[in-house]
């Protein structure tokens, strides 16, 4: 947030943009922080990730070229301030209608899936873990990677998280997730832990996993699992939101669990659910039956 406040002082002051200009880049800008509050360590996967989720939105040509021109802007400030040494949003153009990506797991996949790992080995429970707890609770990668074994509450079911920019919320599990995290603790992650490691997620090597390494798990799954479309860390987040809305959660609540800063962000979220709805009513209502 720091620097984009600065960022934006500097379109004032230096660069005497108007107020209307300012507004549309500091709207963009947030809009990013919601997605990755790690603004200074970007990298090519998370850049394609948000690319994802512009596309998911079903935004306008116009709208998401305003948007990476925004960022873009910021990032070459950035920059040339020697804030950052690697821009990755450099190079991206506008992307094109034929882009787009799928919006989330079909529920016939989500369950292949969960059915795809090994649960008699630690890296299987580890894995099985992982894609539980993404869908389970709908938290970014990069938070899932910075789980302690103290934040997890096992009674009540809950996990305490702490996004890049040491943003807290409380986040909800199931029996599923639960089923699966006991299991890892007993068994996997005890012969992962070769020396007293504080972090959730270990490697072979008893080491912290990176988000980029759980990206790499989730591509190992869609490419066993035999599917024919992307899934990242984000998509499952998306399917989340989707999955809670079409099963009657509201809004607000949605948006707590996913620590958006703004209800218009979780908003997107409810593309799918007008289908939903029309399905309700065709069922229910006695005169929508042929």
Sequence with gaps: MKYINKYLKYLKVIKKDSNYTITSYQNDLLELYDFNQDLLNIDENDVKEYLEYLYERKLNRNSIARKISSIRGFYQYLEGEGIIKNNYFKEVTSP???????????????EKMFLSFDKTTPLGQRNALILEMLYATGIRVGELVNIKINDINLYDRTIKIFGK?????????????????EL???????????????????????????????RKIIDDIVIKCEMDYHISPHTLRHTFATDMLNNGADLMTVKELLGHSSINT?????????????????????????
């Design 184 to 214: 890892y603790l007993n068994d996997g992650r005890r012969e992962l832990e070769k020396r007293k490691n504080e972090y959730l997620f270990l490697n072979k090597n008893g080491n912290r996993l990176s988000d980029r390494y759980i």
């Design 96 to 110: 094109k209608k034929n882009e787009s990506l799928p919006k989330y797991v079909k529920n016939n996949d989500i």
């Design 266 to 290: 979780t908003g997107i979220y409810t593309h799918v659910s007008n289908e939903q709805l029309k399905k309700v009513y065709q069922f229910a209502h006695p005169r929508s039956k042929e």
């Design 165 to 181: 920019g040491r943003k807290e919320r409380i986040v909800v599990y199931g029996s599923y997730c639960q089923d699966a995290l």
